[in-house]
């Protein structure tokens, strides 16, 4: 009875004994997620451009307006003509959101959203539909817009100017056949 109750006070003393004890194990955090895609589209509203260039590789020569594209993150240029004369030209940034955090015991962090821009090549200018907003301007002011509308944030530069003020020398991705 005695080597008993000494087992059973050894087990109970070790128990208690292990039991204030605190393990502390460091979670590894796990890989961050990945970037969420970019998609880039030209369209219009009212008149369609008689002309649109840019230098951003993943859109194709004579792209189908009013759809988007797969692109890569990055500063591009562009030029649109509104008829042989007038035309638009500036800057547009595509950007990619960034994936979550990893999580605690190597689990991956979510994906980061899709961006989406699609550049409306209206004759008065840009504008962002989701925006709620139209930016008009004179011959030769420039237009910065930069903002986030929703998941996407919008950086584009842009100034309206004749051939006679800035010959181009840019052969279009795509050119109206109307005219």
Avoid: H
Wanted: glycine share 10%; charged share 20%.
């Amino acid at each position: 009875m005695k080597s008993l109750f000494k087992s059973l006070s050894v087990a109970l003393s070790v128990s208690v004994l292990l039991s204030s004890c605190v393990f502390v194990i460091d979670p590894v955090p796990g890989p961050d997620g990945r970037p969420g895609d970019a998609f880039f589209g030209v369209d219009y509203d009212y008149a369609m451009p008689y002309s649109y260039w840019d230098n951003n590789a993943n859109i194709p020569n004579n792209p189908v307006l009013g759809s988007f594209y797969p692109t890569n993150a990055g500063v591009f240029e562009f030029e649109y003509f509104i008829n042989p004369y007038e035309y638009w030209y500036g800057t547009y940034r595509i950007f990619r959101n960034a994936g979550g955090l990893g999580g605690t015991n190597g689990a991956q962090g979510a994906p980061g959203l899709d961006t989406y821009l699609m550049l409306i090549c209206n004759p008065d200018g840009f504008y962002e539909e989701r925006g709620n907003y139209k930016v008009n301007a004179e011959m030769g002011e420039t237009i910065v817009i930069e903002e986030m509308v929703g998941n996407n944030r919008i950086r584009i530069e842009m100034t309206k100017t004749t051939t006679d003020i800035r010959p181009t020398t840019n052969e279009p991705k795509y050119l109206n056949a109307q005219f």
